[in-house]
């Protein structure tokens, strides 16, 4: 398989020949420059019989994008030191220890040069990485080109800034060993300017921040091994809410049995073994004093429900806290996990209805699938997401159990109704992605390197469009489902309790270490496990189809009671409101008819879902502007749905445009503005649309926010939009 530089991201550190173990970050955010000067001490550790003696001199590699490096020096201390930061993790959370190391004096500087995509170091007389300095210290600023931050403002107005999981990750905030396999552990030390400025400061960490309180400075670490791309960071002038405390003994006895660790990860003080064990955690709402206020109001009680549940299904909770930050809302996702730290978008606060609180349950499910267990190859992205995917669906329908809101023929019913709506949805990717993106594990355990220098690569890495693709969630959700299936929930949640615990917590993961696992656990008489994990791999993960097995699955769903009040519903709409259609006035008077187009008022959030989706999808062309005046007699105000239903109202805007008010449209342009990553697929179908007006809209809404938008969203949108 062929490197393409434009879409594949490359991994220049040579984490074969060197390690980075451990980080001490100094980072000063300038909020007039919008820039960061940063200074980094690294602990590194030469890997044991790698074959690295060069001609010349021994580099020492780290990737890095837009960062203007001024110095890089090596550290003087005693041998004794370096062993004990590598050995002893209490020194890795201790400040005073990193104020040790940061007014250590230096022997000399070392030679560095800034490339595209990497900082090469150099001693001129090593020949070996065994030989290079262990300790490392770097000084650089960021460049205004930089992508791993996103400089906007929030929704008051104020400058805000965060790490949106950009395609660079974190290598244009710091210079760090970008693979996988380069897990650390790091302390940070963040400032911001101009001083007077108020800030309430977020990073990942096993704990809330240490604020100096003379210098306003905020000390974060964490004794966790985790790749860096993990590292998250979010600056802002906040309001910050409780949500939640820990219990201080946990009823919870029979998860006891989760205490015990193999020690199979490498060496840290792992939290399986001594950590949280509540079913709750310490949680905080952070963010614009308004949007705080209205995801207090609707999350109080539903997020203690859903650590509880998450706690239940799927055993402790890896992190020893929970921050949920509402980031500004040019973010290109609607929520993002990181060690301890949540970003949410704006768009899950819309509605009374709940819809969309599954989103957090999908995030909080990340803490064991994502960041517990990784991906050893970043490309085999199911292993995360669609894990998540499969796993909110429990999670949340027993917290609604919790709270009373849902009882188990309720919850039979809406998770066939998300399976069919799920299933749609990955049949129109199907059809409309490049058959490469449709493949979950595109690499087929393989590594991608560049023919001549070497260099690995990330498949697609850098593709934008990979943001908005949902294959991984899906195919990964239906596959989770069929082995779920095969072996009863029952058992294969306890299957997926030692699959975290006993065995590969704090590791990185192909998929076919879990597929091996299962089929090892779950043994038939009749076929090998490789035979079984093979025929997986064949007809799931490395073909761009889905099996027909999937859609027989689904077909119990169709006969739900749920299902059939919409399809009843559905039949009269489209009678009632068919341009077609003779008489239609008096159809519309009958009574019965009526009594089926009322009924929607009453649907879950699920139910109007799929009703609205029906409607888009209606053969014979319906009265559209008849159609959503109806619909708001029904359902009420449209500004006051979830973010989902607008997104389908507007869809029946963009439809039926020739027909409809500039009221419908200015609600288009405001769900544009507001709703940035789910704005995205509006612009598709406006792109797409015949009606000039429509494509004259979607080319003035993305003008007026293109400042704003996140880089990938704003590339993506003008690559829709016909110049």
Partial sequence: MNVNEDNDLPLMSNTEAIRVKHY???????????????????????????????????????????????????????????????TDFKCRKNKDEMDKWFKKPTKRSLSFQDEDWCLKIWKPTIQRSEEFPKV?????????????????????????????????????LFP????????????????????????????TGDQNAIVDQTTQDHYFFTQMILPMSTFAIAIGQWTVLEVSKSYSTSPYDQYNEYRHCRNLHEPYPCHIKVGNFCPLLPTRLIGPEPLVQRAFQLWKAYIPAC?????????????????????????????????????????LLLGNDGGMDIRIAHEICHNWFGLLIGALDWTEEWLSEGFATFAEDFVHN??????????????????????????????????????????????????????ETQVRYVKNGQNPQMAYTQVHYLKGFFLLHHLCDIVGQNAFFRFLRHYIHDLYHGKLVHSTDFLTLFFETFKDSNTTVQEQVEDICQHWLDTATLPTSVQVANEPFKASIM??????????????????RHRKRKFQQDPRVQGN????????PEQLLMFLELLIRCPSKLDYKLTLEHLKEQIGPFDHCNADIQHRLCEIVVL???????????????????????????????????????????KKTFQDLSPELDPSTKHNISELLPS
């Fill in 307 to 347: 650590l509880e549940s998450a706690y239940e299904l799927l055993g402790p909770h890896p992190f020893t806290k929970l921050d949920i930050v509402i980031v500004p809302r040019c973010y290109s996702g609607l929520g993002l996990a990181s060690p301890s730290l949540m970003f949410i978008s704006q768009s």
């Fill in 176 to 203: 760090c060993q970008e693979p996988p396999i380069a897990l650390a552990s790091w302390q940070a030390l963040i400032s911001v300017r101009p001083k007077e400025k108020a800030c309430t400061i977020l990073c």
């Fill in 563 to 580: 299902v059939k009040q919409v399809q009843e519903a559905m039949e009269s709409w489209n009678r009632a409101l068919s341009k077609t």
């Fill in 24 to 86: 001490m970050l100094d980072l000063s955010f300038d909020f007039e420059s919008q820039t960061v000067e940063g200074q980094c001490i690294l602990f590194c550790q030469p890997m044991v019989n790698c074959e690295n003696v060069v001609e010349n001199h021994f580099t020492f590699i780290l990737d890095a994008r837009h960062l203007l490096t001024s110095n890089v020096e090596e550290v003087t201390h005693e041998p004794d030191e370096v062993h004990t930061m590598l």
């Fill in 136 to 172: 490392v210290k770097i000084s650089w600023k960021t460049s205004n080109a930089a992508k791993s931050l996103l400089w906007r403002p929030d929704q008051l107005g104020h400058l805000a800034v965060f790490t949106p999981a950009a395609a660079v990750n974190n290598r244009s």
């Fill in 398 to 451: 027993e917290a609604m159990k919790k709270l009373g809101l849902y009882d188990e023929t309720k919850i039979e019913e809406i998770s066939g109704l998300r399976r069919l709506l799920r299933f749609q949805t990955l049949t129109d990717e199907l059809e409309s992605t490049p058959i490469e993106h449709q493949i979950i594990r595109p690499m087929g355990g393989q590594e991608l390197r560049h023919s």
């Fill in 656 to 698: 039926g445009a020739s027909s409809i008010s500039n009221l419908s449209k200015d609600f288009v342009t405001q769900f544009l503005r507001e709703h940035q990553a789910m704005g995205i697929y509006l612009y598709s179908e406006m792109a797409s649309s015949t009606n000039t007006t429509v494509n004259k809209l979607a």
């Fill in 597 to 604: 187009l009322k009924i929607i008022k009453n649907f879950s």
